[in-house]
């Protein structure tokens, strides 16, 4: 069974830093694209951030470029979310998602549980 | 970046009557590869969204056969018939044409 489950989210000042990792078991990890989305609370979702299988190609929204990093380590069948200069909006819940039935980096077959960052002084 | 746009954004449906949720693009979803990237999402309350549809109407493992997708180029319709209890939540479309990846606004499907 799929089975994808982020940790490391809480609560931040303005300006801060968080890294959230997302656990991913039951599933070749390295033969297969993750991205974050996240959903502001009450709102709609938002892809954040994609990396390909081998984490060699790297995709963001114009929002977080230069503030956000995305990374993985297959050995260890785990995803990263590096956030930097977090703002009160990127008040959300992080899911990570894996890709699969179109390929590419769509978020599609498997969504974790997801963590809450809240940015809040 | 896409646009996607649902409508309604909120439908009360009557247990074993049909639903539909509508969802336009702001550009045509068909690839080069002739495969138009239109993807159906039911995000039931306090949980994490799951797939239902991908590439406009095959369903995804699991996914009961009373869930249909259909439409092309920019114009797409799920379907619920027979709906029951469990089909609450919040239903999304999502484009995977381009970068970023984006999602309609959802639509709030309630049991009346």
């Known amino acids: 069974e799929v089975q994808l489950l982020e940790s490391g989210g809480g609560l931040v000042q303005p300006g801060g830093s968080l890294r959230l990792t997302c656990a991913a078991s039951g599933f070749t990890f390295n033969s297969e694209a993750m991205s974050w989305v996240r959903q502001a609370p009450g709102s709609g979702l938002e892809w954040v951030s994609a990396i390909s299988g081998s984490g060699g190609d790297t995709y963001y929204r114009d929002s977080v470029k230069g503030r956000f990093t995305i990374s993985r380590d297959n050995s260890k069948n785990t995803l990263y979310l590096q956030m930097n200069s977090l703002r009160a909006e990127d008040t959300a819940i992080y899911y990570c998602a894996k890709a699969g039935v179109s390929g590419g980096t769509r978020p599609t077959d498997k969504w974790g549980q997801g963590t809450l960052v809240t940015v809040s002084s | 970046e896409i646009v996607m746009t649902q409508t309604p954004l909120s439908l009360s449906v009557t247990p074993g009557q049909s639903a539909s949720v509508s969802c336009k693009s702001s550009?045509?979803?068909?690839?080069?590869?002739?495969?138009?990237?239109l993807y159906w999402f039911l995000q039931r309350p306090g949980q994490s969204p799951q797939l239902l549809i991908y590439?406009?109407?095959s369903r995804f493992s699991g996914v009961p056969d009373r869930f249909s997708g259909s439409g092309s180029g920019t114009d797409f319709t799920l379907k619920i018939s027979r709906v029951e209890p469990e089909d609450v939540g919040i239903y999304y479309c999502m484009q995977g044409i381009h970068l970023p990846w984006t999602f309609g606004q959802g639509t709030k499907v309630e049991i009346k």
């Open positions: 550009e045509t979803l068909l690839h080069g590869d002739r495969k138009t990237y």
């Open positions: 590439e406009v109407s």
